[in-house]
């Protein structure tokens, strides 16, 4: 295992999934999972090898232990979760099929995580052998608390050295604490060295306008001369940040889908090809996947930032082919599709 220690930071949650795409009316039975942007970016820097450590807030008792012991499953470093607090957030997800869109429906509120407070966790000892700290908008979204809690962390790993990053992790329905996601996010990201984000994210976050990913094939050609513009945009709003990725994301249907990314760096912007994704099995976590492999690229690539999004997005496109929100591929099996093996036949 690699040397480099990633320290994360949110909420993880229990995932309850109807079965075979049924509605909720439907089931009397549900697939159950745990998942969180976060700590999926962390599951995914574990699989590829790297020391990552997840940090949230879990309440004391059997269901947060059996997270704890998923997380171990992994090889995600658990010693920093703080226990404490009611429950364990929850979620409930019908599953996307053809036309029909997904559904969630989130039960976190009062959750350990939400009532987490400034001064509770001791960043500088955690981040005290780490290379790099990685936050997302969602962590802010949940509480004033949560979002000062960010803030805190960030100072902390500023001070120490760390590379930090942020997913702009814009969700709508989170932010019920008086605050909008424009007054929260920017002067926190304002301290951060990567962004990472959709172009819907982008606009809404920071009030810009966007080319469109409109891609029918994978012979799609994006809008590069567009998304260097909206690029040297930001870095001339965020000075500090050093690396700008745009996640780039076309729905054809609930289960066809096409990917692809960009990313700016050193004043020029770097594009990567389309995947044609005809068969989506779950694309939840496809976006922590794509971080999860951005890092793991810029952390052990730090000379080749071309390999980091071409690693990303191929990471991303695996994601989209198993259930659940971790995704579960080596650093060998990303690498292999990121080359171009694109062909699915069985590997003898």
Request: proline residues 3%; charged residues 20%.
């Amino acid at each position: 295992m690699n040397n480099q220690k990633i320290v994360t930071f949110g909420e993880i949650m229990l995932r309850l999934t109807p079965p075979d795409y049924l509605r909720f009316n439907q089931t009397n039975l549900f697939r159950a999972s745990y998942g969180g942007s976060e700590a999926n970016v962390a599951v995914s820097l574990a699989n590829f090898g790297l020391r990552s450590e997840f940090i949230t807030r879990l309440p004391e008792n059997r269901v947060a232990d059996a997270c704890l012991d998923d997380l171990h499953r992994y090889g995600v470093g658990t010693r920093g979760i703080l226990r404490g607090g009611k429950r364990l957030g929850l979620y409930y997800m019908e599953e996307a099929a053809a036309m029909r869109t997904s559904h969630v429906v989130y039960d976190r509120a009062d959750s350990a995580f939400d009532t987490l407070q400034p001064g509770m966790i001791d960043w500088r000892t955690l981040f005290n052998d780490a290379s790099w700290f990685h936050w997302s908008g969602i962590s802010a979204a949940v509480s004033a608390d949560t979002a000062a809690v960010c803030a805190e962390a960030i100072a902390v790993a500023r001070e120490m050295g760390l590379t930090v990053s942020c997913d702009i992790n814009y969700r709508k329905n989170l932010w019920k604490y008086g605050k909008e996601p424009q007054e929260v996010l920017p002067p926190l990201m304002e301290q951060c060295d990567i962004f990472f984000g959709t172009d819907d994210e982008y606009e809404k976050v920071l009030g810009m306008h966007l080319p469109r990913f409109e891609a029918h094939n994978a012979s799609y050609q994006p809008d590069t001369a567009g998304y260097e513009r909206a690029s040297a945009e930001v870095a001339a709003r965020f000075p500090r940040c050093r690396g700008i990725v745009f996640g780039l994301r076309s729905v054809l249907s609930a289960n066809h889908h096409l990917i692809s990314g960009t990313l700016y760096t050193g004043g020029r912007l770097l594009s990567t090809r389309v995947y044609d994704i005809d068969n989506v099995v779950d694309c939840v976590g496809v976006g922590d996947a794509f971080v999860g492999g951005l890092i793991y690229g810029m952390a052990e690539h730090a000379g080749d930032m071309q390999f980091a999004l071409d690693f990303g997005t191929a990471a991303c496109a695996l994601k989209n082919t198993v259930p659940g929100d971790y995704n579960q591929f080596t650093a060998e099996e990303v690498a292999q599709l990121a080359r171009g093996s694109v062909s699915g036949r069985i590997a003898r």
